[in-house]
Nanobody, 114 residues
Framework: QLQASGGGLVQPGGSLRLSCAAS????????MGWYRQAPGKQRELVAS???????NYADSVKGRFTISRDNAENTVYLQMNSLKTEDTAVYYC??????????WGQGTQVTVSS
């Protein structure tokens, strides 16, 4: 239902844009977000966006990452700039509908390394 893409290998200071394509209209989701999980660590929230466009970011990515949604394309994006080695993780997108049912994408690997 959610297809994440856009991960890869990038040097520190570089940029990547992750995409999360939904199989149905994202108007059906009250909340969409990106989480990440680094080896040996718990999954953590990176950024989220509500149906009304309200965004929320982890302190560690504020000013560097931007979450946005394209309703026509049923896609949520995560623009990641000024990447750091500590941003290395598997990134997952998630979406929650108004009934409280959640879905997760398959994850996309982001590796920041010189």
């Amino acid at each position: 239902q959610l297809q994440a893409s856009g991960g890869g290998l990038v040097q520190p200071g570089g940029s990547l844009r992750l995409s999360c394509a939904a199989s149905r209209s994202i108007f059906s989701f009250s909340y969409m977000g990106w989480y990440r999980q680094a080896p040996g660590k718990q999954r953590e929230l990176v950024a989220s966006i509500t149906s009304g466009g309200r965004t929320n970011y982890a302190d560690s990515v504020k000013g560097r990452f931007t979450i946005s949604r394209d309703n026509a394309e049923n896609t949520v994006y995560l623009q990641m700039n000024s990447l750091k080695t500590e941003d290395t993780a598997v990134y997952y997108c998630t979406a929650w509908d108004y009934a409280g049912t959640g879905s997760w994408g398959q994850g996309t690997q982001v590796t920041v390394s010189s």
